[in-house]
């Protein structure tokens, strides 16, 4: 099903991108970001939030940028 009409992205594309990341995606524009694209009109953004809400935690770094830590491994991290 596409969740955004303005990027044709489908909860497929949003659940791959969150499940082969290597990062932990918090925030849909972190999704779009891994996905090559931006928010545009922001009517998904909800949608993107549950789909990333459904899924298990992710305890990895995101291939786009290999060097970033994780949230909880992050100096200051809580
Ligand atoms: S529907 Fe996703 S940015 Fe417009």
């Keep these: 099903m596409i ?3 303005c990027n044709i992205i489908s909860d497929h594309d949003i659940r791959d991108a969150v499940v082969a990341t290597d990062d932990a995606l918090f925030s849909p524009a972190q999704v779009y970001d891994c996905l090559g694209c931006t928010v ?3 009517r998904c953004s909800q949608s993107v939030r549950r789909i ?3 899924l298990p935690p992710r305890d990895m770094r ?3 940028h ?3 830590l994780p949230a ?3 100096p200051g991290a809580i």
């Design 40 to 42: 545009r009109c922001g």
């Design 66 to 68: 290999p060097n970033s």
């Design 72 to 74: 909880s491994s992050s």
């Design 62 to 64: 995101c291939t786009k």
């Design 52 to 54: 990333i809400d459904e």
């Design 3 to 5: 969740v955004c009409s």
